[in-house]
């Protein structure tokens, strides 16, 4: 079965920087597509950032010009590296992945467990 694990949140203040991790693991061909989202508390989750593969990378207006996202197909990882946040970045972090475990078969999508993020004003 596949797993997503995620690690680097944190606390951190306004202006700081922050790098969080996503490591898929278990029976895996291929990850088509990383996405990071985040929800803060009693809003909608939102997206944050999304790639298919290291040259097609996108990230939404709110955090163009701060956080980059990047993957690594050889360990199935995916990173987000956050710089100068601010507070209304403060939200749990989910990475997404759709991947297919079977070269015959059709891509499944798979979530992380969330990392929170809080930055103080």
């Known amino acids: 079965q596949v797993q997503l694990v995620e690690s680097g949140g944190g606390l951190v203040q306004a202006g700081g920087s922050l790098r969080l991790s996503c490591a898929a693991s278990g029976s895996i061909y291929a990850v088509n597509t990383w996405t990071w989202y985040r929800q803060a508390p009693g809003k909608e989750r939102e997206l944050v950032a999304t790639i298919t593969s290291s040259t097609n990378p996108n990230v939404a207006d709110s955090v163009k010009g701060r956080f980059t996202i990047s993957r690594d197909n050889a360990k199935n990882t995916v990173d987000l590296q956050m710089n100068t946040l601010k507070p209304e970045d403060t939200g749990v972090y989910y990475c997404?992945?759709?991947?297919?475990?079977?070269?015959?078969?059709?891509?499944?999508?798979?979530w992380g467990q969330g990392t929170q993020v809080t930055v103080s004003s």
């Open positions: 997404n992945a759709e991947i297919v475990q079977l070269w015959w078969s059709t891509a499944r999508s798979y």
